[in-house]
């Protein structure tokens, strides 16, 4: 059976900016009709429901990134396999200690799973990277 050490789902503030841009059109368009004032307010809900969608794990030897609403794709990924580890904490979410972890498993690849929009980012990718050098990660 497998232990899990840690486990979180993103922060409603992960599409921070969208919620903005989506909010000022919403006043906008309001002045014109509710209906589609209505839409961008719904585009939000459809953001926020998507942000908590995506859910995190790990144990002694794996990491899970789980798809979202809107994005379908997953990631297992061995621990052993991870060659590095980055934070992004960019602002404004490193205003209320959330970040990104990137975890690189093969550096020739344009994207890699991460961590979206979790709070304590650095807590966390230091856990992972000692999990996964129990594991025989050589982390660059």
Same mark, same amino acid.
């Given at each position: 059976?497998? !232990?899990?050490?840690?486990?979180?789902?993103?922060?409603?503030?992960? *599409?921070?900016? +969208?919620?903005?841009?989506? &909010?000022?059109?919403?006043? %906008?368009?309001? +002045? *014109?009709?509710?209906?589609?004032?209505?839409?961008?307010?719904?585009?939000?809900?459809? =953001? =926020?429901?998507?942000?908590?969608?995506?859910?995190?794990?790990?144990?002694?030897? +794996?990491?899970?990134?789980?798809?979202?609403?809107?994005?379908?794709?997953? *990631?297992?990924?061995? =621990? !052993?396999?991870? #060659?590095?580890? *980055? #934070?992004?904490?960019?602002?404004?979410?490193?205003?209320?200690? &959330?970040?990104?972890? =990137?975890?690189?498993?093969?550096?020739?690849?344009?994207?890699?799973?991460?961590?979206?929009? %979790? !709070?304590?980012?650095?807590?966390? /990718?230091?856990?992972?990277?000692? &999990?996964? %050098? !129990? +594991?025989? /990660? %050589? &982390?660059?």
């Amino acid at each position: 059976m497998i !232990k899990i050490k840690w486990k979180a789902r993103s922060s409603y503030l992960l *599409y921070f900016y +969208q919620y903005l841009v989506l &909010l000022v059109i919403a006043l %906008v368009l309001n +002045q *014109y009709s509710n209906l589609l004032a209505s839409l961008a307010i719904l585009a939000i809900a459809v =953001l =926020l429901i998507d942000a908590k969608t995506m859910r995190y794990e790990v144990s002694d030897s +794996q990491a899970f990134v789980s798809g979202s609403l809107l994005e379908r794709e997953s *990631y297992e990924i061995d =621990l !052993k396999d991870v #060659v590095d580890i *980055y #934070v992004l904490d960019e602002k404004p979410w490193s205003f209320f200690s &959330l970040g990104t972890v =990137l975890l690189v498993i093969d550096p020739h690849e344009e994207a890699h799973p991460c961590i979206k929009a %979790v !709070k304590n980012p650095y807590e966390i /990718a230091s856990k992972i990277e000692t &999990l996964a %050098v !129990k +594991q025989g /990660a %050589v &982390l660059g």
